[in-house]
């Protein structure tokens, strides 16, 4: 049976909730015919990278999906690259705000989603899921789990296939942010259960 590990972040930046957690909370192991382990991550540079790269370690998955909140997007957005760079615009949640910092002084410029994007956009899009494909997934933490797990499953040689997919905020969380987009749980869990699927139908 495959090995899927999914990844999600705890609240950040004054919010109460962080629609990845929300997702790792619904996930029904029950329903696929394969593993499926979660990780919660912290949003901090010191902890987050090194607890993906033991799940990484601990689980060797098939796949690796990683899942971070942007609350500047109304759509969700397929992750194609992960910089070797974290440049915060906030503090993380112990307060530390890294400038320039490269996360591997050794490692490539970029590393490219190993996750079958394209195969990802059709069946997503013909489920009617709002999906783009993104070539940024910023200088913060999220951009750091992305390239940290692909710098490692490039070291370590491993045949994990790893990428990174944002979500905009859930609707609760637009009472504080009237002008910003927001997206239902019920089509987020529709998103999983197709990138799920898609994992499942690969050779
Ligand atoms: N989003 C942030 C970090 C945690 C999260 O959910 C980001 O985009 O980097």
Not at 145 to 151: E, F, G, K, Q
Not at 183 to 192: A, G, P, R, T, V
């Amino acid at each position: 049976m495959k090995k899927i590990l999914i990844t999600g972040f705890e609240p950040f930046d004054k919010e109460k909730i962080n629609p990845s957690e929300e997702i790792l909370k619904q996930i029904d192991q029950e329903l696929y015919p394969c593993h499926i382990h979660t990780r919660l991550l912290p949003v901090t540079v010191n902890e987050a990278g090194e607890m993906v790269k033991e799940a990484i370690e601990s689980i060797q998955p098939d796949y690796l999906l990683s899942l971070g909140l942007s609350g500047r997007i109304s759509q969700i957005a397929l992750e194609r690259i992960a910089v070797n760079l974290v440049d915060a615009r906030i503090p993380d949640n112990n307060g530390d705000q890294p400038e320039d910092m490269i996360i591997n002084t050794q490692g490539p410029v970029a590393y490219w989603s190993s996750l079958p994007i394209r195969t990802l956009e059709k069946n997503l899009k013909a489920k009617g899921l709002p999906i783009y494909l993104s070539y940024s997934a910023g200088t913060y933490i999220c951009n750091y789990v992305m390239y940290t797990a692909l710098d490692y499953i490039e070291e370590k040689e491993l045949k994990t296939k790893s990428g990174f997919i944002h979500v905009p905020f859930l609707p609760v969380q637009c009472l504080e942010h009237p002008l910003r987009s927001s997206m239902d749980l019920n089509l987020l869990m529709k998103m999983i259960n197709t990138v799920i699927d898609t994992f499942l139908n690969e050779p």
